[in-house]
């Protein structure tokens, strides 16, 4: 093991959040479509023209002018009435639906039109543990549909449960990773009944539970999971070495796994601690609450987690298979004492207990009202519709709240350097109809539909109650 002062590291390159049901009414999306921009290609190709005696011209190559990045986006309110949205999926079956997953413990439809349906798709509300309802982490968290849902009806939720029987004594709460069905010939009911556990994580404590649960573009369906929660990765079912260092357990790690396969689920052979020491599961490690995770919709499809930190940063990462981020040897890309949370050490290893090197975020900022520029970084996507051409390829993402007293989130975005091994750079993505330029709410979520257009996920409050939840549009 070295020591060295830190420095940032390379970035890598590719990838191979009970409470009653809201009863606002809900609020129509407009019915205006917004236009499609595009700068890539002219709509027309010059033809050359030649006689005998003259000489043919190469067809001119066009040039393409990137659009500049906007300093500010509008959010046109598509529907509001929630408790605390944390998640908002596209059905992916041609319907233009969108699915909005509640912390409270809803999941409810959006049509096309962006009116919401006046019966939940799936009520999870008396399975899950009891919420705090000023704040918790426990709850809802996620939804997930199969690659086949069109045709298979087959759905996958993250939800947190009371704790096993002969779960670890003192520990909180058990993460399920639930199968659902629909009910046939109703495509906007999921069976309760048809409840099948794929996976059960036993949490030492509420927080840190990660949220988002996604299918890649190779099928397999990938689950954040926190270092187990606490402060510190220390304490209570968090070894020596933490959590989010020790790959015997799941903590700490973003999984991968394959739900076609075996029972219940099986291990895509080429995760990168099959036959080795470490659990099959993990696909990389070293995280302390990849809240949020993403695929990038085009390009190489890159897997994006926003990691929540500490005490003095944030950070973004892109994903790469068997890769450590550093917690808690790290937070962000400075050496972390748990001892000492509010000082970076000036020196600490740069590699991990076997010798594997730390990787450091692609986009990191400072935390906390002194000088940070919010308290929990949430993750968000990159952009790929067409409405706003200066944000495409962007990664839009944002904070929960300058203050966890004070609903003061606000939105970022960074963009791809020149440079292969510097940090994205970054900088805040005003809101233009806001004085201030910010969300004036708490940021819970954001959401992407089938078309690559962006939503932005809203409370008032910052926990699981009432029915102050809104969903806005990113439009230009």
Request: hydrophobic share 35%.
């Amino acid at each position: 093991m070295t020591v060295a002062a830190c420095q940032p590291a390379p970035a890598p390159t590719t990838a191979s959040t009970p409470t009653p049901a809201p009863t606002s009414t809900p609020t129509s999306a407009p019915t205006s479509t917004l236009a499609s921009t595009s700068t890539l290609a002219p709509t027309s190709t010059p033809v050359s023209t030649s006689t005998s005696t003259s000489v043919s011209t190469p067809t001119p190559v066009p040039t393409f002018t990137p659009a500049p990045l906007p300093d500010s986006v509008k959010l046109r309110l598509v529907a509001e009435g929630f408790a605390s949205p944390v998640g908002l999926v596209p059905s992916l079956d041609g319907t233009g639906r969108l699915f909005v997953v509640d912390q409270a413990g809803i999941i409810w439809v959006l049509t096309a039109a962006g009116n919401r349906l006046g019966e939940p798709f799936l009520d999870l509300r008396s399975r899950m543990v009891s919420l705090n309802q000023a704040y918790d982490e426990r709850g809802l968290l996620g939804l997930a549909f199969h690659p086949s849902y069109r045709d298979n009806g087959r759905l996958f939720v993250y939800y947190s449960a009371p704790l096993r029987n002969g779960g670890p004594q003192g520990w909180n709460h058990t993460s399920h990773i639930s199968e659902f069905g629909v009910v046939p010939g109703d495509a906007n009911k999921a069976d309760p009944a048809s409840e099948r556990v794929i996976l059960q994580v036993d949490q030492p404590q509420s927080n840190h539970n990660a949220g988002t649960i996604v299918f890649g573009p190779d099928g397999y369906l990938y689950i954040p999971l926190g270092d187990g929660g606490a402060a510190n990765d220390v304490g209570l079912g968090h070894p020596p070495m933490g959590n989010g260092q020790d790959t015997s357990t799941l903590l700490g790690s973003i999984l991968r796994i394959d739900i076609d396969a075996g029972e219940p689920y099986g291990i895509p052979e080429d995760n990168p601690f099959v036959g080795k020491e470490g659990r099959d599961e993990i696909f990389a490690f070293g995280f302390r609450n990849p809240f949020r995770i993403s695929f990038d919709m085009g390009g190489s499809h890159e897997l994006f987690a926003a990691d929540v930190g500490q005490n003095l940063w944030e950070e973004v990462d892109i994903v790469t298979m068997g890769a450590n981020y550093g917690w808690n040897i790290k937070e962000g890309a400075h050496f972390f004492d748990p001892q000492n949370p509010g000082r970076s050490p000036a020196t600490g290893p740069d590699v991990d207990a076997s010798g594997q090197p730390l990787l450091d975020p692609i986009i990191e900022y400072g935390r906390g009202e002194a000088g940070g520029l919010g308290t929990a970084v949430i993750g968000g996507y990159v952009y790929r519709g067409s409405a706003i051409a200066g944000l495409q390829g962007a990664y839009v993402f944002g904070d929960f709240s300058a203050s966890g007293a004070r609903a003061d989130g606000r939105l970022f975005l960074a963009t791809r350097p020149a440079e292969a091994d510097a940090m994205w750079p970054m900088k805040e993505l005003g809101v233009a109809t806001a004085a201030n330029g910010r969300l004036g709410a708490f940021l819970r979520a954001f959401g992407q539909d089938a078309d690559g257009e962006l939503y932005v996920l809203t409370a008032d409050v910052p926990g699981p109650q009432g029915a102050t939840g809104k969903i806005y549009r990113i439009v230009p």
